[in-house]
């Protein structure tokens, strides 16, 4: 007890010697004022770290804890009530703090949605100094701070359950709280990382149907086109990076999932779908057998027939879909109604159509389409596929290659989204390779072995000619 009183005196004589007058933080102390406020923050339980006379940010994290504690101001600054403080004999220590924190807040009835009151505002008033959304500080519990209780426990490494329970509260009320940002920043991460943030990444993305291949915890080429399909679909610059603005997103509860309840989609298995398929067969949106695998193909057909009716183009068959699809009176895709749909699609192709189609395509880079069934037009399964995602449809390979009038003199003049035929000429027999630009003379095309989507440099492939179409300059052409 001595020793800490010899302590406050020092600091109080060092202190009035000039150096408290500073109010922004430790600038302009003495290193011998700051060793000795080490000292006695050290004494009171507050500073762990090496006295050594340096203000840095655990110097300032142990004085923010030592003013929190004590009812002051959280400024990180040697003002005078800190000052006053540290020489009061009242003063509170860390361990006389913490007993007192873990009472109160052990000792308060879990808040949940219903609950209202002063308990409530404070909460709500904490959560939104942390970061957590703007919530609004009525005392009213609502969904909107249910789901800011959620993220902020998602932050702090605590159990998702949206109720402010004993463990959530002390957590939200210690001055070591984790902030929005700081999370976010903390998550952030880049091709070649990895490790469990990446994993949680890969099962998030996965979860919203971006992502479908196995949560490995590697930041690789997978993941990368996964995070730029969920940031093209969420209004964000397609970076390929998970930074702080991707994770918000994330995590924000309005993110665009491409995956609905119980529907149908890209990688499912069954019975369920070996009877759709066949109806797609049947129907003449799909060709093949009528297996129990949704593979490319499938989803190309579910999205011409939902344009066909007027849809969107999903590609996934909820059930609303799926009974229409199942249903006696379903349109074939050579009915008139199905081929004035797409036609009509086709005239209102435009600059939006000819991103959509560049981000389709870049977004298959490294995926596997099967080997071509059609050796006249290698890589139509490829480029239908890309189409009508972008919500293009298109039936037959001829229909591409007609509409891919444009002779291409410079590989330059290709721009990212068209719409590209190679003409090529091999042992007497043709064959017309359909791509898509990627802009700066590249072409994203499907392999003949394999049918592996890959990037490639237009002036170093071998063809004869080549012609190309593009969505911005050009409409309308038959199905």
Known sequence: MRHVRWLSAALALLLLCGAAAETSGGEGLSSDTVYHLELRLAALGYFSGKSDGTYDADTRTALEGFQQANGLEVTGAVDEATLNALNSDEIVSRQVYLKGFVLEHTSQDSLQVGSSGKDVQEVQRRLKELGYGNVRSDGMFGEGTQQAVKLFQLANGLEQTGVVDASTRMRLMAETSITWAAFLTEMSCVPGDTGLTVSALQKKLAALGYFDGDVTGSYGELTQQAVKRFQGANGLDQTGVADAATWEKLYGGEAVALRRPDALQRGDEGARVTKVRARLIELGYLSGEASGSFDYATETAVRLFQLGAGGEGTGMLDEEDEQALLAEDAAAIGDESVQAAYQALLEAANADTQAAIASAAEGLLGSGFGTPEDELYPGFAFVQYVCAAAGLPVRQPETLAAMAAVP???????????????????????????????????????????????????????????????????AGGAS
């Open 408 to 474: 291409v003199s410079d590989p330059a003049e290709v721009q990212a989204g068209d719409i590209v035929t190679l003409q090529s000429e091999a042992s007497g027999s043709v064959s017309i390779l359909l791509g898509v630009g990627a802009g700066e003379g590249k072409l994203y095309y499907a392999t003949e072995e394999g049918g592996w989507v890959v990037l490639g440099y237009l002036d170093a492939m071998n063809s004869t000619n080549a012609y190309r179409w593009s969505a911005a300059d050009a």
